[in-house]
């Protein structure tokens, strides 16, 4: 049987047995108070372990992961949940309990960001479970397609290595689920209305076809696994791109490796943030140079794109003074920004840095802080980089013909049709197929005043990584795309169809 796909999140051709994780009744039995918190106690002990050890490995979900360690660290909600477990609940149903009374009290916000986090907080509850139920799902080693209700990134983390592929009824192209299954090359698609299937059930999953097919016969079986044995490493290097530009978007130098293996032109974005938020005191400048340096010799023939540092709002970091994303965070921390940027100028030693403000709204904020670089290059004698800005701002969008001082533009989609249309990052409705041809009409005259002035343009952010809204892109005139190391696939198939279909 062939059932057509609603949604890919992360492309890929697989196949395997079936393990279903639809909700279900809780089923745990109470074992006395000792034992039901020492269960929940080793279960917030493994979950912090495997926090610190996981965001080593993925440094760009350094927020998400930081956000993970501060909930399931609560005094308030382990307290709450002990009351529970004293009154005779287990461990699993009075820590789920614990959590429901936090996203009560969220429900009744009225702020969007907080809602946002009710996702995070469902997310701790799983994380929790799946460590109180360590010793029976460690028995279970096989690698499987997930089927499930909703995919949480603690799954993923918990098991990525097992997981073949994922179905799941509802998902999100931004969420940190469908980010974690790009990166590790997990295929992953939405089906509103799941098969009904058994554990063991055979199925294959084929997003080139937009396809998934349950129980399929023993030849096509043979087929695929021939397929999948056949598929060689070049999908994972650059195919032939004419002038069109394949970008890598990267959080640490780690990350470099993998860009150049798989021969992308550029670094479109390197999020420096990160580096911040590693530490409880700001990098000195020289430690910042050290990174800086490192990478931009990496990256001596190919040049690199370096955002200064973007936070506020959901990435907040105790030693900064910042509210909102934007312009006022250099602002309100001269000496951190200034520290950041003469590390950035000293380590342009190749000529071939670029440097991009993120969450511009203004053609003069954007002038401020060129000037405020020319002038660090100038005192210092460096070599002046390619000074440009992210275009992610719903007013910097509506004034884009003012904005004639840029020698880049890397449009910020995340945050953009955030701003538009109110879309959150893990909004479960993907309400954004809505807004995808309101959108590319509103890049439409960007496209042309960029053509205008010449001024590079790229598109940087999850839609990039999407196959058919990458040829979309690539039909109104904007031909460098953005995207995580992981997704060269994508991109090749991308401009590969799109060629061949012109």
């Given amino acids: 049987?062939?059932?057509?796909?609603?949604?890919?999140?992360?492309?890929?051709?697989?196949?395997?047995?079936?393990?279903?994780?639809?909700?279900?009744?809780?089923k745990s039995f109470y074992k006395g108070?000792?034992?039901?918190?020492?269960?929940?106690?080793?279960?917030?002990?493994?979950?912090?372990?495997?926090?610190?050890?996981?965001?080593?490995?993925?440094?760009?979900?350094?927020?998400?992961?930081?956000?993970?360690?501060?909930?399931?660290?609560?005094?308030?909600?382990?307290?709450?949940?002990?009351?529970?477990?004293?009154?005779?609940?287990?461990?699993?149903?009075?820590?789920?309990?614990?959590?429901?009374?936090?996203?009560?009290?969220?429900?009744?916000?009225?702020?969007?960001?907080?809602?946002?986090?009710?996702?995070?907080?469902?997310?701790?509850?799983?994380?929790?479970?799946?460590?109180?139920?360590?010793?029976?799902?460690?028995?279970?080693?096989?690698?499987?397609?997930?089927?499930?209700?909703?995919?949480?990134?603690?799954?993923?983390?918990h098991d990525h290595k097992n997981i073949l592929g994922i179905i799941s009824r509802v998902g999100g192209f931004t969420s940190h689920s469908a980010i974690l299954s790009r990166s590790w090359s997990i295929p992953y698609v939405v089906l509103e209305e799941l098969p009904k299937l058994n554990d063991g059930d055979i199925i294959i999953i084929d997003t080139r076809k937009n396809i998934v097919i349950v129980s399929p016969e023993s030849d096509l079986i043979e087929k695929c696994k021939k397929e999948i044995e056949e598929k060689s490493s070049y999908e994972n290097v650059a195919i032939e791109h004419n002038d069109f530009l394949f970008l890598a978007n990267v959080s640490t130098n780690k990350d470099i490796d993998r860009v150049l293996n798989s021969n992308f032109d550029a670094i479109g974005l390197y999020r420096t943030e990160l580096i911040f938020m590693n530490s409880k005191k700001p990098y000195t400048e020289e430690e910042q140079y050290t990174i800086y340096s490192e990478a931009t010799e990496l990256m001596k023939d190919k040049f690199i794109t370096f955002r200064t540092f973007d936070v506020g709002d959901d990435k907040q970091i105790e030693y900064l003074v910042t509210n909102h994303k934007g312009f006022d965070n250099y602002i309100k921390n001269p000496k951190i920004f200034?520290?950041?940027?003469?590390?950035?100028?000293?380590?342009?030693?190749?000529?071939?840095?670029?440097?991009?403000?993120?969450?511009?709204?203004?053609?003069?904020?954007?002038?401020?802080?060129?000037?405020?670089?020319?002038?660090?290059?100038?005192?210092?004698?460096?070599?002046i980089p390619k000074i440009g800005m992210m275009l992610e701002t719903k007013k910097a969008l509506a004034t884009i013909e003012t904005f004639i001082e840029p020698d880049f533009l890397s449009i910020g989609t995340n945050d953009l049709t955030h701003e538009l249309y109110n879309i959150s990052r893990d909004d479960e409705t993907n309400e954004i197929f809505n807004h995808i041809q309101e959108l590319l009409e509103s890049l439409k005259k960007v496209v042309e005043f960029c053509k205008k002035r010449d001024i590079c343009l790229s598109i940087c952010g999850e839609l990039a990584s999407i196959k058919d809204v990458a040829k979309e892109f690539y039909k109104i005139g904007i031909k460098n795309l953005s995207v995580s190391p992981a997704s060269m696939v994508m991109l090749n198939m991308a401009y590969d169809e799109y060629i061949n279909n012109k």
């Fill in 33 to 157: 108070v000792k034992r039901e918190l020492k269960i929940l106690d080793n279960a917030i002990k493994k979950s912090l372990k495997d926090i610190d050890e996981t965001q080593v490995k993925e440094p760009k979900l350094k927020d998400y992961f930081l956000a993970q360690r501060f909930m399931i660290s609560d005094p308030m909600l382990y307290s709450k949940a002990k009351e529970l477990i004293e009154q005779g609940l287990p461990a699993k149903k009075a820590f789920k309990e614990a959590m429901n009374d936090f996203i009560t009290n969220l429900n009744k916000s009225t702020s969007a960001y907080l809602k946002e986090r009710i996702a995070d907080l469902e997310d701790v509850v799983q994380i929790i479970n799946s460590n109180i139920d360590y010793d029976i799902k460690n028995k279970e080693d096989e690698s499987y397609i997930l089927i499930c209700d909703k995919v949480r990134p603690s799954t993923l983390i």
């Fill in 1 to 26: 049987m062939k059932i057509k796909i609603d949604l890919v999140l992360s492309n890929g051709y697989t196949l395997g047995p079936v393990k279903t994780e639809l909700q279900s009744e809780d």
């Fill in 338 to 383: 200034e520290d950041q940027v003469k590390a950035l100028l000293r380590a342009n030693k190749y000529n071939n840095m670029r440097i991009m403000f993120p969450m511009i709204e203004t053609e003069e904020e954007f002038i401020y802080l060129k000037n405020w670089v020319l002038r660090l290059a100038n005192e210092g004698g460096y070599n």
